[in-house]
């Protein structure tokens, strides 16, 4: 293949990488999760990303080759030393997905997109899951202490504040450490952790207030019983 790369030669290793040297002693570490999948980079809609060639510009091409008087729309040696990658494009085709730039995608795209990120040395890597863990839990710990010491408003207020703190660093990351950050399970946490607190602190204060009415109504019905207990003026 073109990095000269046999498979015997890589250094597999589940849910941290694969990684191998190539022809010219370049070494490459892609990142893989537990099942052998690396996060993709997508670099745009796939129209516009990468050129396309049609089978009709390609017999085009064949037929300018061998025949007289043809001539092809693209020249050939535009396309010398590229990766030509073969797939369908076709609306009926049932090798589409959506991705983040287009509804619908040729999955072809795929390999390019690929292709792409391991000759040009990109690759996402992902937060360990302890430290995942770790953000997690301590975003827990700070939503149940504003929402037991905040009032509901200022509780809400400093949770969403928080979320945000979280975007903004999982973008950062993204961008210009190329470290993917998930914000969905803090987001999930701090929804469900202020879910709860509101709620069991709500039936703790109607319960205080049940009692301490039960308690003033009892005191109210001794009075009525016993009423020369009551101090003369």
């Known amino acids: 293949d073109h990095l000269e790369v046999s498979p015997s030669s890589l250094n597999i290793k589940k ?17 893989v999760d537990n099942d052998y999948q690396m996060i993709l980079s997508w670099p745009g809609s796939w129209e516009k990303t990468f050129r396309h060639l049609s089978c009709l510009d390609i017999i085009q091409i064949t037929a300018a080759k061998k025949l007289e008087g043809i001539k092809s729309a693209i020249d050939p040696d535009s396309y010398k030393d590229s990766f030509i990658l073969i797939g369908d494009t076709t609306t009926a085709s049932v090798d589409i997905r959506p991705t ?3 509804k619908r995608c040729p999955l072809v795209n795929v390999h390019a997109v690929i292709i792409n990120q391991i000759l040009n040395h990109y690759f996402i890597h992902e937060l360990p899951p302890l430290f995942s863990f770790s953000i997690t839990f301590l975003i827990g710990i700070l939503v149940i202490y504003f929402t037991l010491n905040l009032s509901p408003l200022r509780a809400l207020i400093s949770s969403s504040l928080i ?12 961008v210009y450490f190329n470290i993917w950050m998930e914000p969905i399970k803090p987001l999930l946490i701090i929804l469900i952790t202020l ?3 509101t709620t069991y602190s709500h039936i703790r204060f109607k319960d205080h207030v049940d009692l301490k009415l039960s308690f003033e109504q009892k005191l109210a019905m001794a009075d009525a019983r016993f009423p020369q207990l009551k101090k003369k003026k």
Request: no cysteine; charged share 10%; net charge neutral.
């Open 15 to 31: 849910g941290i990488s694969i990684s191998f040297t190539d022809k010219n002693k370049n070494y490459y570490s892609i990142p």
């Open 100 to 102: 983040p730039f287009d």
């Open 163 to 174: 979320f945000m703190l979280v975007l903004s660093a999982s973008l950062i990351l993204l």
């Open 195 to 197: 879910v709860f607190i």
